[in-house]
């Protein structure tokens, strides 16, 4: 076994390089013209157990990553192991069967349930589908789920118009766990739900990571949240990977200027915990067209003359801590 293949075993997921364009089309004949680099050349691995937070704004491609790493999405380019096993190209019974194992908790809880299916038919799906236990053992287990996941055992009967947004997001957690999977991909589980509700559904995800030996890859744009349940923590930008790093590291020493400018933003519940705010200029550029050399430079405040001729590389600039930016190099 090589080096490479033995550090793609020791962890549960690893992602090498993944791209993930969309073509865009133009003109009488709809000829391919572009493309959208929604996801453009990122790294990343999880360790058994641990909870991966990817942050970054809206369309930065973090959804779309999640996407990809379940295989949900197909991947332009790049490599996907899971438990030490090349996924990136898996089709039909196969990647039927890796779905038992890697699960997707969306950030819709109103879109992501079938209105017209009764909860317990929901979350009892995923097993009928994959014929895990008798139909006698079946509703047990589901009841078993909702109440593990704070619901009363009557919800088996109801419909999902009949539950709140935080209600239903715990639904499809329940749904999620069915087939015990070993990673979950939780895409924005808390943004469509009331403020109050978060905290709630953020500290039933840590209790059940816990419980099942569960593997998060948790995505969000809000650094707050991220930092409450994150191991470690990846920062996106125009669909690069930027920062990557130990949470309290992050928060402590962010070294990307991004990162920086991110963290500035969050608001200090101690008014005497004052911090200068860094406020970025300009827009985010389109994934059409992204910027030449570092995806950042147009908008950064510590641009120099090089970083509009070269992208820089994710390296290692203290232990565990990596950064994309050329001021480390």
């Known amino acids: 076994m090589t080096q490479q293949q033995k550090d793609r075993s020791e962890h549960l997921l690893k992602v090498e390089e993944l791209k993930k364009y969309y073509p865009v089309r133009g003109g009488f004949f709809r ?7 929604a996801v453009d050349n990122i790294s990343l691995e999880l360790k058994r157990g641990e909870t ?21 999405f197909k991947p332009t380019e790049g490599k996907i192991f899971f438990e ?7 089709r039909g019974t196969q990647l039927r069967n890796l779905r038992q194992d890697i699960q997707m908790v ?11 299916m009764m909860v317990g038919s929901i979350v009892s799906e995923p097993l009928v589908n994959y014929g895990k236990g008798s139909e006698s ?15 009363p055992e009557d919800a088996y009967y109801k419909y999902p118009h009949e539950f709140s947004g935080g209600q239903r997001q715990r639904i499809g957690i329940a749904r999620a766990l069915a087939l015990k999977p070993k990673l979950i991909v ?3 589980p808390v943004s469509a739900l009331d403020v109050s509700v978060q905290s709630q559904v953020l500290n039933l995800l840590k209790e059940l990571q816990d419980e099942f030996d569960l593997t998060l890859l948790f995505i969000a744009h809000d650094l707050s949240v991220v930092k409450h349940m994150s191991d470690r923590i990846g920062v996106m930008y125009l669909g690069n990977l930027v920062e990557v790093a130990d949470a309290d590291d992050l928060y402590k020493d962010p070294k990307h200027p991004y990162t920086q400018a ?11 915990n004052k911090s200068e705010r860094i406020i970025l200029s300009g827009d985010v550029p389109s994934p059409q067209n992204p910027p030449v050399g570092c995806p950042f430079h147009p908008r950064c405040p510590q641009v120099m003359p ?21 001021l480390y190099e």
């Open 262 to 272: 991110l963290i500035s933003a969050i608001p200090q519940p101690d008014p005497r």
């Open 31 to 37: 000829r391919k013209i572009g493309d959208v680099k």
């Open 84 to 90: 030490g096993k090349d996924i990136t190209n898996l």
């Open 52 to 72: 991966f937070g990817l942050v970054g704004e809206s369309g930065c491609g973090k959804s779309t990553a999640g996407r990809t790493i379940t295989r949900l």
């Open 186 to 188: 939780a895409d924005e």
């Open 306 to 326: 090089e970083c509009s001729g070269k992208k820089p590389q994710l390296k290692e600039v203290n232990k565990e801590h990596r950064v994309s930016c050329l």
């Open 137 to 151: 053992k079946l509703k047990d287990e589901v009841m078993n789920l909702l109440t593990r996941v704070g619901l």
């Open 106 to 116: 969306f950030q819709d809880p109103y879109a992501s349930l079938n209105p017209k």
